[in-house]
């Protein structure tokens, strides 16, 4: 991975490079990483905050021969390599909440954006678009984002080299995904639930009409969120978000 790599000052979103260079044909393993990103954005259309130098902004693109419907695990896969990195480099332990976000003490510090492009049962290419938060200082977190989100700075007390970091990261999802693609998601899980948030606790869970609260089991073989209602009642979720009261 990052064989073939993009640095760009500034950007719209390294996503929309990412997708155009995939159409074009660029190789497995691209990367496209940006100083500073005008239109940066998260899921469910969120924007995302991407101030010049202060993190991490970037897309990998993948070509992965598995299943489209597998492709979400390979967010879950990013973001346990994303927690080994902080682990490893920045000796900060980070938590997953799933899906797709990294959080560390409490707050959010990365997040992934998992984009594919798939003719009925082939995956052309997937891009994993991942924003880390690195060296922002408490003022430079937007007044509306500070109880919710943090930088491995504010964190730590560190500043990081960013180029060193993506260097670091590019190669845990290497091995991640080596592993993920020899032995499945099965050799991915352990890692995942050992790094996951929240696990055994009340959470409020949100799909597209629903909010209701209930209890975190863990995750199935296939990446898929296992939740438990008060009645005992288990249910299994492709697509949700949670969230709990904070304070
Ligand atoms: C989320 O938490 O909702 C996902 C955030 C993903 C942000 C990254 S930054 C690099 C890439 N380019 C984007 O526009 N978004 C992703």
């Given amino acids: 991975l990052g064989q073939e790599m993009y640095y760009k000052n500034q950007v719209d979103s390294t996503q929309t490079i990412a997708h155009q260079l995939a159409r074009e044909g660029a190789d497995h393993g691209t990367v496209v990483v940006a100083d500073e990103q ?9 924007p995302w905050d991407s101030q010049k130098g202060k ?22 896969a990013s973001a346990v390599s994303i ?3 902080l682990e490893k480099v920045c000796q900060a332990e ?6 797709n976000d990294i959080f560390l003490n409490d707050r959010k510090l990365a997040g992934i954006l998992t984009e594919m ?14 924003g880390i938060n690195v060296n922002q200082v408490q003022e ?55 790094a996951a948030y929240r696990i055994g606790e009340t959470v409020t869970v949100k799909t ?3 909010k209701w609260d209930a209890v975190l089991v863990g995750i ?25 009261k904070r304070g």
């Fill in 38 to 46: 005008l239109k940066g954005r998260g899921r469910l259309h969120r």
């Fill in 55 to 76: 993190g991490i902004w970037m897309s990998l693109i993948l070509r992965p021969d598995i299943e489209p419907q597998r492709a979400p695990q390979l967010t879950l």
């Fill in 83 to 85: 927690t080994r990195m």
């Fill in 94 to 99: 980070a938590k997953i909440k799933w899906p």
């Fill in 117 to 130: 492009q798939a003719e009925q049962d082939l995956i052309e290419y997937v891009i994993i678009g991942m």
């Fill in 140 to 194: 430079d977190i937007p007044l509306s984002l500070q109880d919710i989100a943090t930088s491995v700075k504010i964190e730590t007390g560190s500043s990081f080299q960013r180029e060193a970091l993506i260097q670091d990261v590019l190669k845990e999802i290497e091995t991640v995904y080596d592993q993920f693609m020899e032995e499945g998601f099965s050799a991915v899980k352990p890692y995942w639930e050992k």
């Fill in 208 to 210: 597209r009409n629903l």
């Fill in 220 to 244: 199935q073989e296939d990446g898929a969120l296992i939740v438990e209602d008060q009645s005992g009642k288990r249910e299994i979720l492709y697509s949700a978000e949670i969230d709990w």
